[in-house]
T-cell receptor, first 111, second 113 residues
């Protein structure tokens, strides 16, 4: 059972570089999310997509863009990485049972 | 907007002792409540949830949480912890069924032998 799959698991960038985090789910869920996790701050929502073709900003969207490519895939792009974006990023999906299913996370370091 | 407070950032406890992890929320409307657990180097997993009905909810591994509307709390308890319960625990609320989750800062539970 794959569930939610994220790639890459680890990435080191230099300030100003760009990259895309990929996420795919095989549970036929409508809603997908990108969170970042920082020590002592819990998880903060970056962007979410309630259904294919729609995306909305969350609590901390600045510096990020997203694409809901199809029902399965939801990518997060950093156009010009900054040290403040050093974090662990989690993709998640949910259906109407009210449960979030998370990927294993992507650890990003920006130097 | 709703918010979640977890006052204890770290809770050390000896094996087989009871534990309570506190969660308080603020919201002007009814919410759905969740506890998620994160083991080292993993994503979060649902531990238990309150959607409606009985205010006491239980998980399969012995945890329970009680929804208290008057105190806007959803504290997590276990009568006897195991080493394997060592993890970080996050309380979360959502306004809409399956959407718009807000997480607390987390409580790191360390079970000592």
């Amino acid at each position: 059972n794959a569930g939610v799959t994220q790639t890459p698991k680890f990435q080191v960038l230099k300030t100003g570089q760009s990259m895309t985090l990929q996420c795919a789910q095989d549970m036929n869920h409508n809603s997908m999310y990108w969170y970042r996790q920082d020590p002592g701050m819990g998880l903060r929502l970056i962007y979410y997509s309630a259904s294919e073709g729609t995306t909305d900003k969350g609590e901390v969207p600045n510096g990020y863009n997203v694409s809901r490519l199809n029902k399965r895939e939801f990518s997060l792009r950093l156009e010009s990485a900054a040290p403040s974006q050093t974090s662990v990023y989690f993709c998640a999906s949910s259906d109407l049972t009210g449960e979030l299913f998370f990927g294993e996370g992507s650890r990003l370091t920006v130097l | 907007a709703q918010s979640v407070t977890q006052l204890d950032s770290q809770v050390p406890v000896f094996e087989e002792a009871p534990v309570e992890l506190r969660c308080n929320y603020s919201s002007s409307v009814s919410v759905y409540l969740f506890w998620y657990v994160q083991y080292p180097n993993q994503g979060l997993q649902l531990l238990l949830k309150y959607l409606s009905g009985s205010t006491l909810v239980e998980s399969i591994n012995g945890f329970e949480a009680e929804f208290n509307k008057s105190q806007t709390s959803f504290h997590l308890r276990k009568p006897s912890v195991h080493i394997s319960d060592t993890a970080e625990y996050f309380c979360a609320v959502s306004l809409f069924y399956g959407q718009n989750f807000v997480f607390g800062p987390g409580t790191r539970l360390s079970v000592l032998p």
